[in-house]
């Protein structure tokens, strides 16, 4: 069975960083790309960031403004999500997700998310 | 990569069937045949529903189907049954990354 669980939400002041953490299990990480997507408290869904099997591809939403970095250690099993400069507007609950293959196609599993709170 | 428009909400009775749409661009729906569908209940995580426009995964029942045409795909949930009511989002590949649809309530009346 395909488990994911993040790690490292929390309360932060704003212009603070913190790491997310996924650790996944029940499938071979390193064959899937893998990606974070957020919700805030009563809103939809948002696509984060992804990153392809191999690392190799990685891409970012333009509503970050290059404060994000997604990483992988397939080693480990491993995802990350390392964000800096963090504002009141990324305060939602961040969901790890797998995709169908090695690069994109759609999202077939999610975690159950780790809630960010920015305020001061 | 702007939100994916979708219907703030939709109702139907038990039994009858509702579509929902999913209208993006060229660069993403109508671009790929990478769309999919989440359904989510409240304080749940989202569930995979349908993906590749139309097609299901093992488990979900046969009520739920898509389609696409153009830049607009659809959601259309026949027999509709009291557990189907929950949000659901679309989502499409588009290039390099995906993109949510804004999001409908399903209602079930």
């Known amino acids: 069975e395909v488990q994911l669980v993040e790690s490292g939400g929390g309360l932060v002041q704003p212009g603070r960083s913190l790491r997310l953490s996924c650790a996944a299990s029940?499938?071979?990480?390193?064959?899937?790309?893998m990606h974070w997507v957020r919700q805030a408290p009563g809103k939809g869904l948002e696509w984060v960031s992804g990153i392809t099997w191999n690392s190799g591809k990685i891409a970012y939403a333009d509503s970050l403004e290059g404060r994000f970095t997604i990483s992988r250690d397939n080693a480990k099993n491993s995802l990350y999500l390392q964000m800096n400069s963090l504002r009141a507007e990324d305060t939602a609950l961040y969901f790890c997700?797998?995709?169908?293959?090695?690069?994109?196609?759609?999202?077939?599993?999610w975690g159950q998310g780790t809630l960010v709170t920015v305020s001061s | 990569q702007s939100a994916l428009t979708q219907p703030r909400s939709v109702s139907g009775s038990p039994g009858q069937s509702v579509t929902i749409s999913c209208t993006g661009t060229?660069?993403?729906?109508?671009?790929?045949?990478?769309v999919s569908w989440y359904q989510q209940h409240p304080g749940k995580a989202p569930k995979l529903m349908i993906y590749d426009v139309n097609q299901r995964p093992s488990g979900v029942p046969d009520r739920f189907s898509g389609s696409k045409s153009g830049n607009t795909a659809s959601l259309t949930i026949s027999g509709l049954q009291a557990e189907d009511e929950a949000d659901y989002y679309c989502?499409?590949?588009?290039?390099?990354?995906?993109?949510f649809g804004t999001g409908t309530k399903v209602t079930v009346l």
């Open positions: 997700t797998k995709d169908k293959g090695y690069s994109y196609g759609y999202i077939d599993c």
């Open positions: 989502c499409s590949y588009a290039g390099s990354s995906y993109v």
């Open positions: 060229s660069s993403d729906v109508g671009g790929y045949n990478y």
């Open positions: 029940g499938f071979t990480f390193e064959d899937y790309a």
